[in-house]
Each structure stands twice: as C-alpha cells, then as structure tokens.
C-alpha cells in the first residue's frame, strides 16, 4: 500500500538559512498534518490542512508557513533557521469520512548549524 | 486541554514474555479516538492500535491488545509474545472527537515509553 512520502528525508541548513520540506499524502486522503519532534522529545503538532484550506494551527513559529497544493500534497516553509529548528518532521495524512486515523510519513530530519 | 501521561519512561521485556504499557489521559469529551504509535531505531512513526471511545469492546491487533478503561481515563498496551523486533519507543496519543466542520482534530502525544527486548 502508498505510504506518506517525505522530501528531502534529510536536510542541513546555516542559521538564517531557509528551508522548504514537501510531503506527499496517501492516495486520496484528504488532510495533512505537520509534526515536531525534537531530540528525545513526544512529536508536537504544527499546523494542519483539509482540502486544501489550513484546519487547524499549533504551536508553529511565525516563521513558518505552510500551505496545501490542488494535488494535495503539502509544503512546510521555514525561514531565517534557528539552532533550535533542528528536529524531526513529521507529515502525516488521513482520510476524514475513513475515521480519520493519522499515518504518518518517514519524516525530515533538519539539522541547522 | 486534553494531556496524555506516560509514567513509565523505560520498560524492559524478555523475548517471547508479555509486558504491559500504561497511559492515562485527561478530557471532559466523551467522544474521542485513542492510539499507539511505534517509533523503532529508524524514527518512523507506526501505527499500532486504535480505540474509539464509545466502543466497549478492547481493541485487538494480533499480538497487541489495550486495556481500554473509560472511567479511569486508562488506556494501556499489552504485547504477547514480545519479540526483538518489537524494541522501540511507544507513544500513546490522544484525538478528539471526529469533527466534520472543518477543524481537524491534532494528535496529543504522551512522552513515550521505550521498551526495551532482551533475548
């Protein structure tokens, strides 16, 4: 079965750098969610979509934006990198009228020097 | 605000032996979804179960199963027959209830558990 694609799986940028993380949801699915992970930490939500238009908002930094193409797969932007932007993350998809149930992608790892 | 609570940071199991994962979680919704997700040495996040809050019944995936007490706001994993394969950090995660209206309904993560299999 398609899973989540992320691209790139790993990433290295300089402080101030901006970064740009795609994810590709399961066929059909209709919502993507962005996760956080830091080192040794739970993943912690970011934003979400559904078709298309932003649902829901976490705890990102205004530095960040996002958004959902027509083909449903999304971008996470993240400008003028901190040290502190280094972690993991996650996009995961699901299917709304299906339950909803969340898969995650392999996830991008950001590392910021 | 819902918060989901793992006590137990590590566990440790011998292969082939059961071992049981708690959680507990915290909401004024009666409505809700309950998981646990697998993170192994790769960093991938899996599903592993699901409950939903109105059933009664326990969910059941071949060698995985919960403990699902509503009252108590417990909601627990017991692996059968652990395997090496089984070693990873293990996240229970809460979901509110299903909403059509637009709003998406975010993971809350506990801390983890990471199991450890000893041969």
């Known amino acids: 079965a398609a899973g989540v694609i992320q691209s790139p799986r790993h990433l290295i940028k300089e402080k101030r750098e901006t970064a740009t993380l795609k994810c590709y949801p399961i066929p059909r699915h209709d919502t993507v969610y962005w996760y956080q992970q830091g080192p040794g930490q739970d993943p912690q939500f970011l934003i979400s979509?559904?078709?298309?238009?932003?649902?829901d908002k976490g705890s990102i930094p205004d530095r960040f934006s996002a958004q959902q193409f027509s083909d449903y797969h999304s971008e996470l932007n993240m400008s003028s990198l901190e040290l502190g932007d280094s972690a993991l993350y996650f996009c995961a998809s699901s299917l709304r009228l299906a339950g909803d149930t969340q898969y995650f992608g392999p996830g991008t790892r950001l590392t910021v020097l | 605000a819902q918060t989901v609570t793992q006590s137990q940071p590590e566990m440790s199991v011998q292969e082939a032996e059961t071992v049981t994962l708690s959680c507990t979680y915290d909401t004024s919704e009666s409505d809700y979804y309950l998981f646990w997700y697998k993170q192994p040495p790769s960093r991938q996040m899996i599903l592993v179960i699901r409950q939903e809050a109105y059933k009664q019944q326990n969910a059941t995936e071949n060698r995985f199963s919960v403990n699902f007490q509503k009252a108590a706001k417990s909601f627990s994993l017991k692996i059968s027959d652990s395997q090496l394969g089984d070693a990873a950090m293990y996240f229970c995660a809460y979901r509110g209830p299903k909403n059509y209206g637009g709003a998406t309904n975010k993971l809350i993560f506990g801390t983890g558990t990471l199991l450890a299999v000893q041969p």
């Open positions: 979509f559904y078709e298309k238009m932003q649902s």
